[in-house]
Structures are given as C-alpha cells and as structure tokens.
Nanobody
Framework: QVQLVESGGGLVQAGGSLRLSCAASGRTFSSYPMGWFRQAPGKEREFVAGITWSGGTTVYADSVGGRFTISRDNAKNTVYLQMNSLKPEDTAVYYC?????????????????WGQGTQVTVSS
C-alpha cells in the first residue's frame, strides 16, 4: 500500500511559479513510475507529467512542456512538480499518482495510487 500526500498549491499571479511536492509512504516508492495530473472544474482529469522510477525519463503534456519540470528524490520518497510561467488555464486541482508497472503513460487508469490533490489557482 502506498499513501500519497500533495502540498505546495496556492494562489499565484500569471507568470509566477509554484513547486508542488508529493510525499509517499511505503518502502517500494523508488520502484514506481510517478505522474502528476490535474483536473479543472467541469473537465476530465488530464495527464501533466510523468517520471520513471530512476528519474531517467520524463514525459510532459504539450500544454506544459518547457514550463513545468517533474523530478523525484527517492531517498526522501518525494516527487516534485516545478511550475513556471503559470497561466490562468493551469488553474486546477493537481494530483500525484503512482503506477505499479514499468513505464510512464498518460492514462489515468494505469495509475493505482492517488493523492488527495492540491489546489492551484492562477489569477490573470
């Protein structure tokens, strides 16, 4: 069993930055690919970024590429999402998720464990 707890969300002006953290419990965290997803009101949950267990491969949605950076520290059981040049359309609840099979994929159904989410609001 893995428990995920996100933090770092908040209110920021357009063009600003935030760093989200996702702390994981469980001894096998370092073996899981991790992903960040987001869900805006009235919209489906969508993939934002993913990272392999080693951190050697990262994948980004086109909408955030070049602005967001996903990283992980397996010694701290934590995955991060650095968000720069934020836009109002980035406003959403952000979730981290753990996948128990190899590889990063964009489908929400491939991820087994989910955090409770953290709100990010970008004002114009």
């Amino acid at each position: 069993q893995v428990q995920l707890v996100e933090s770092g969300g908040g209110l920021v002006q357009a063009g600003g930055s935030l760093r989200l953290s996702c702390a994981a419990s469980g001894r096998t965290f370092s073996s899981y690919p991790m992903g960040w997803f987001r869900q805006a009101p009235g919209k489906e949950r969508e993939f934002v970024a993913g990272i392999t267990w080693s951190g050697g491969t990262t994948v980004y949605a086109d909408s955030v590429g070049g602005r967001f950076t996903i990283s992980r520290d397996n010694a701290k059981n934590t995955v991060y999402l650095q968000m720069n040049s934020l836009k109002p359309e980035d406003t959403a609840v952000y979730y981290c998720a753990a996948k128990v099979t190899l590889g990063v994929v964009v489908a929400t159904t491939a991820y087994k464990y989910w955090g409770q989410g953290t709100q990010v609001t970008v004002s114009s």
